[in-house]
């Protein structure tokens, strides 16, 4: 971790490092192979960007992982949302209309089959 960001070694482990590896594991319940992937986590204020996004996620029922959640500026973190929004209202429409005539069922790659259910 230290090689993909030496900075961390300039971090307070009392101050930074403990308090964000507590919110990872105990709030996010995060796999300490992400934060092996993506170390600059260390460096964004727990306060002011990593709790405020990740309780946005969560209110919406959403998960991101870290790069793609702390990356961005704040804009396209709300411009993200509001397409990851927009998908779950079209896929909730979809689903909604398909009841009537038969069941719209997505695929985990994300592509949608129609199954028509008969009466």
């Known amino acids: 971790m230290v090689i993909r960001s030496p900075g961390l070694l300039t971090f307070s482990v009392e101050n930074n490092l ?11 319940k995060g796999d300490l192979d992400e934060l092996k992937k993506f170390p600059q986590y260390f460096s964004f204020s727990l306060e002011r960007k990593i709790k405020p996004r990740y309780r ?23 411009a993200r949302l509001i397409e990851m929004r927009l998908k779950l209202a079209e896929r909730s429409s979809l689903l909604s209309w398909g009841l ?10 994300g592509a949608g089959v129609f199954v028509s259910v008969e009466a």
Do not use: T, Y
């Open 18 to 28: 403990v308090p964000k590896v507590d919110f990872f594991i105990l709030e996010m």
């Open 100 to 109: 009537g005539f038969g069941m719209f069922i997505f695929l985990h790659s």
């Open 56 to 78: 946005i996620l969560v209110d919406h029922g959403f998960k991101l992982p870290l790069a793609q959640m702390l990356r961005v500026s704040d804009g396209e973190f709300n």
